[in-house]
């Protein structure tokens, strides 16, 4: 959770001072973030859309790779199979067929393997979704929806976007269990994932978790959400953020200390100098990689443009 | 060699390619039980079972976007779009992510989706059973297209499709798919994608086209007694430039026919390409024989629309007498 902080907070700073490009804030959701993927195996994939970019921290990958994306450079862009997490998807909830595919391929091969796709509110309303939920109830494939209802869709409230009382009651048409979690308590968002994630494994098919709370900062930094927010409850939501509500439980249970605190903050605050700085001194992008990786086996058109003497038209 | 229809030739590559490598699966709607409305995938469910070739809801995108999964799973999803019309949805999936993947993975993950559909008019159908789709698709980054009109083309092109590392969607003439009978080879059979075909030889006017129109092009030059070229293009993405170039150096004179509609068709690209590559080759302007920009007709009017031996008649007098 710390780790999925420092990052938000140093990307924006980084975006500010502009070192990263255009970034999707993830603040407060850590507790979904965390809480969901912790009750995952490594060989289960994670499906992440754009607010969920630094999902890869919590398999060990590098600050720098997923700063790299931001900043446009090629290095930022993973080998989904050394992570099982894959691509960040930026077109809104139309991973969910892919990590159903993935679910359903899985249990085709009789390989184990979970599929979590994460997702917002807005996401609920496109056909994707429905599509994706459909196909992976009827195939009865081992994957776990996570909806993190922010309540807002950039500037669309989640009351414009549907009239069903909850998004978890949307799980019953598609013949699968809904659960409605507190957003911003990481051992509830845990519980309910490990729950879904046990029933996948053992052959239940799938599961929707609406993981519940508002959005306490911008969507992202080309946002100013001043225009339509509520500014009250925004300064209401950041004084129950996700990361101190579970410092205080646990410093309440005596199971965290101002050492341990001060260690994790200062270790990911060093990861993250690290990252930029890794990112930084990167070289320049290849021009190549313009031409590069559209297809296996490039056409001879493409592939001629590989060569220098081509670059004119 | 074993003389079959068009779409039992498509029926056949898709046996053998299932007995071939098992990660190789069908999906559509009506695949398996029904064996394909038009019976393309008939024997498949019996042979190979209902996970190999599998009846999936009736979502096209959904569908397309769980193939993309399923590759990442390892697998070579070959999915049916029922008519070449009901595809439309997919194309999200398409443009956003079956094109962009193997780039957005730097090169890392293959996706070897193939997407196979009837496509064209001339079969009396209702509303959006008709339509030429192609050009949206050969205009997606990462896809490759293929489009044969020959039961051995239709066999070849499939298989070299599925065993190709990258998405490719072939298109199948449905107008010919009982009528285009052939000999093809028995067992394994690959046209490697990138190849053209000439379809008949000539040397007064160079005939380029695909699908249902090779057969109509064939029946222009006969009628016309012009020594026409006719060339089969078989794979519009990769293209095979050389042989068209060739053929346009050799006659001087270029019609392209294709049913979709003229404006940013493919025919334009053609056309284009000619211009680039071959002007100084020219005796008379390129000229294009197509279906037109409007939805495709009510179908007591769709004779008016599909290119006819008359019309592609027509374009061959008008290049030879320019």
Request: glycine residues 10%; charged residues 25%.
């Amino acid at each position: 959770m710390v780790l999925l902080r420092v990052f938000d907070e140093r990307a924006l700073v980084y975006h500010r001072q502009g070192r990263i490009g255009t970034y999707a804030i993830a603040w407060n959701h850590e507790a979904i973030q965390a809480g969901a993927t912790f009750a995952l195996d490594e060989q289960d994939w994670i499906f992440p859309s754009y607010r969920e970019s630094p999902i890869g921290l919590v398999r060990g990958m590098a600050p720098a790779t997923i700063l790299q994306w931001w900043r446009g450079h090629p290095s930022g862009w993973w080998n989904p199979l050394d992570w099982n997490v894959a691509s960040i998807c930026v077109p809104v909830g139309t991973h969910v067929p892919h990590a159903a595919g993935l679910a359903w391929g899985k249990k085709l091969k009789g390989e184990p393997g979970v599929a979590m796709a994460f997702f917002g509110d807005g996401a609920t309303s496109e056909g994707a979704f429905h599509e994706g939920a459909n196909l992976a109830a009827v195939m009865e494939a081992p994957l776990v929806l996570v909806c993190n209802n922010n309540s807002w869709a950039i500037s669309t409230p989640i009351s414009a976007q549907t009239r069903a009382e909850t998004l978890a009651d949307k799980a019953k048409g598609y013949g699968m269990p809904g659960v409605r979690v507190d957003g911003l308590d990481v051992l509830a968002v845990y519980e309910a994932a490990r729950e879904a994630v046990e029933r996948a494994r053992a052959g239940g098919g799938p599961t929707f978790i609406e993981a519940v709370h508002y959005r306490a900062a911008p969507h992202g930094t080309a946002d100013d959400p001043g225009a339509y927010i509520d500014q009250e409850r925004v300064e209401t939501e950041r004084r129950q953020e996700c990361v101190g509500r579970f410092e205080t439980e646990l410093r309440d249970r005596g199971l965290l200390d101002d050492e341990l605190v001060g260690r994790l903050r200062s270790e990911a605050e060093e990861a993250m100098r690290a990252g930029i700085a890794e990112a930084e001194a990167e070289p320049p992008a290849d021009p190549r990689a313009v031409f590069q990786h559209a297809y296996a086996e490039p056409p001879p058109d493409i592939a001629a443009m590989l060569e220098p003497e081509a670059h004119s038209d | 060699m074993t003389e079959l229809t068009l779409v039992e030739a498509v029926n056949d590559a898709l046996h053998t390619e299932l007995a071939r490598d098992g990660s190789v699966l069908v999906m559509g709607e009506d695949v398996g039980r029904a064996g394909g409305v038009f019976r393309a995938t008939a024997g498949l469910r019996d042979r190979f079972g209902a996970d190999r070739c599998v009846d999936v809801p009736l979502a096209e995108a959904g569908m397309l976007g769980a193939a993309v999964g399923l590759c990442l799973a390892g697998l070579r999803p070959v999915c049916e779009m029922q008519y070449d019309a009901f595809s439309y949805p997919c194309l999200d999936q398409l443009i956003t992510h079956v094109g962009r993947y193997r780039w957005r993975t730097r090169g890392t993950v293959d996706f070897p989706v193939t997407i196979r559909m009837p496509y064209g008019g001339g079969v009396r159908a209702p509303e959006l059973h008709d339509d030429s789709p192609e050009a949206y698709y050969v205009h997606t980054p990462g896809i490759k297209v293929a489009v044969p009109s020959t039961p051995g083309d239709a066999k070849g092109l499939l298989a070299a499709a599925i065993r190709d590392p990258d998405p490719v969607v072939v298109f199948e003439p449905k107008l010919v798919y009982r009528t285009a009978r052939g000999e093809v080879p028995e067992g394994e059979h690959v046209v490697p994608l990138g190849k053209a075909r000439i379809a008949r030889a000539g040397d007064e006017a160079t005939l380029l086209a695909y699908g249902a129109m090779v057969a109509v092009c064939e029946q222009a030059a006969e009628r016309t007694g012009v020594s026409c070229e006719v060339v089969d293009i078989r794979s519009l993405r990769p293209l095979d430039e050389e042989t068209i170039l060739a053929s346009v150096a050799k006659t001087g004179r270029v019609a392209i026919v294709h049913e979709a509609p003229r404006t940013a068709g493919f025919g334009a690209e053609l056309a284009a390409l000619v211009a680039e590559k071959a002007l100084l080759h020219l005796q008379a302007p390129v000229l294009r024989v197509t279906g037109y920009d409007v939805p495709y007709p009510y179908w007591q009017l769709e004779d008016l629309y599909v290119p006819s031996v008359e019309r592609v008649s027509a374009a061959v007098r008008k290049l030879v007498d320019f």
